[in-house]
């Protein structure tokens, strides 16, 4: 069974820039599209970005341009720079692939605020 860790999330001002980083176990991470999904209070999932087997990327219209996704096999871990963040970036960011296989991590908290 798959697990997900992520990390790197914070409070920063409007403008600012974070980085996540998603540690995944299980032999299962090079084979599979992955994505992060954000959930802010009271709404479901929002799938953010998305990163093929081939590293093509794709991202909510949203986030275009202010963000990216990366990936790394070696580690297992998925990475999301988020540059120019707005207060509406505010939620819990979660990783899992794209077609959510496996159980939520504990996600890691994004705060945008002045």
């Known amino acids: 069974q798959a697990q997900f860790v992520e990390s790197g999330g914070g409070l920063v001002q409007p403008g600012g820039s974070l980085t996540l980083s998603c540690e995944a176990s299980g032999n299962f991470f090079s084979g599979y599209y992955m994505a992060w999904f954000r959930q802010a209070p009271g709404k479901q999932h929002e799938l953010v970005a998305r990163i093929s087997t081939m590293y093509a990327t794709d991202y909510v219209d949203s986030v275009k341009g202010r963000f990216t996704i990366s990936r790394d096999n070696r580690k297992s871990t998925l990475y999301l720079q988020m540059n120019n963040l707005k207060p509406e970036d505010t939620a819990l960011y979660y990783c899992?692939?794209?077609?959510?296989?496996?159980?939520w991590g504990p996600g890691t908290q994004v705060t945008v605020s002045s």
């Open positions: 899992n692939t794209r077609d959510i296989n496996y159980d």
